[in-house]
């Protein structure tokens, strides 16, 4: 299988599990509304994590390594759920119907063939004039290589690169400004939001 799966940051950490659930816990006990933004959709929880075989089937079906941070928080701690902004997506499940047409949008692009393993070509913000905003195919060729892992609402998502000097790091998308900016590596960007 050929790749460009880019630097991962090194050996993967373990998760603290059971300090991730406990702390979920209580964030759910804090907020028994949900009010916190998001909240309502993923409830404090998470789904299962996803087998070593799940993980390694959505490796060699696009060609690329997920990120170490990301792919053992899938393997450890949950495959979805609980997160920042409205929660992580499943890595390769359906996406929960209530969620936004764009996501189901996005996440066909991100599945098309040679997309993830494309190298990402930011390595700064990139701010887009009105018609740079509108160029699908431009927008696509800025995003390549990267995985929508969170909906944030209004046209802004937060993709996840996986390949090239970024990998690991997650990248806020705003559509509707024409705005994607870098932000921290997964774990820095997970555990920010759970102890925020």
């Not at 998001?38 to 390594?65: K, M, N, T, W």
């Not at 997506?89 to 098309?112: I, K, N, Q, T």
């Not at 004039?129 to 969170?150: F, K, Q």
């Amino acid at each position: 299988m050929q790749s460009n799966r880019g630097p991962q940051g090194g050996p993967a950490r373990d998760w603290d599990t059971d300090a991730i659930r406990a702390r979920l816990g209580e964030l759910a006990q804090q907020d028994p509304e949900c009010a916190r933004f998001g909240a309502d959709e993923h409830r404090y929880r998470l789904s299962p994590p996803l087998p070593e075989a799940a993980l390694r089937a959505f490796e060699e079906r696009y060609a690329v390594r997920l990120p170490a941070a990301y792919r053992t928080f899938l393997a450890q701690v949950g495959g979805s759920g609980a997160g920042p902004q409205y929660g992580l997506l499943p890595l390769d499940e359906p996406v929960p119907a209530e969620s936004d047409e764009a996501v189901d949008d996005l996440r066909e692009l991100d599945r098309r063939p040679g997309f993830l393993s494309a190298p990402f070509p930011l390595s700064e913000e990139w701010q887009g004039s009105p018609a740079e905003r509108c160029d699908e195919e431009a927008e696509r060729t800025r995003v390549a290589g990267s995985l929508v892992i969170t909906e944030s609402g209004c046209g802004a998502f937060v993709r996840l690169v996986v390949t090239g000097p970024s990998a690991g790091q997650v990248w806020f998308d705003d559509m509707t400004w024409g705005q994607i900016s870098p932000g921290p590596d997964f774990r820095d960007w997970y555990l920010s939001w759970l102890h925020g």
